[in-house]
């Protein structure tokens, strides 16, 4: 007889320790309704039970506000995303008119000096050479060297 009056205690005491399980659990997740994913399984947890909506009022209250919280921070950080892309494109855009603009102007800036080059070359080309008079009937002295002062 004493081991079928301990079944009933022992699983009076497995129901103790279960039920004290869930309490300790639940309190667990309690402390930690500030985290959505917490949030959202307590949400769920106490929609399914009313009664213990009902009892634990203030934890769902919290539980929403944490979830609201959460989709607000989701909104500004995505609204933020939108701002740094929109940025990045503009910058992106000045970076890519600047690189063609000065690759336009380099690319002028040697032409104009390819040009001039070859204009001074055709110049010189046309520029007439210190005229020698060919022929018999010519004769080149020599140059007569300028008197310096000193020669007496």
Not at 39 to 59: C, N, S, T
Not at 81 to 101: F, I, N, P
Request: charged residues 30%; glycine residues 2%.
């Amino acid at each position: 007889m004493s081991s079928s009056t301990c079944k009933p205690q022992q699983a009076a005491s497995a129901f103790v320790s279960a039920s004290q399980w869930d309490a300790k659990h639940l309190a667990d997740m309690v402390s930690r309704v500030q985290d959505p994913l917490v949030a959202d399984i307590l949400i769920g947890l106490l929609e399914e039970h009313p009664d213990l909506k009902m009892q634990y009022l203030g934890v769902y209250t919290m539980a929403w506000e944490t979830l609201r919280r959460a989709e607000q921070i989701r909104e500004r950080a995505y609204e933020a995303r939108q701002k740094y892309a929109e940025r990045r494109r503009k910058v992106a855009k000045c970076v890519t008119w600047s690189v063609r603009l000065l690759r336009d102007f380099y690319r002028l800036v040697r032409q104009e000096i390819q040009k001039a080059r070859a204009e001074t070359t055709v110049k010189q080309a046309e520029k007439t050479a210190p005229f020698k008079p060919q022929g018999d009937n010519v004769i080149c002295l020599p140059m007569v060297q300028r008197p310096t002062g000193t020669d007496r």
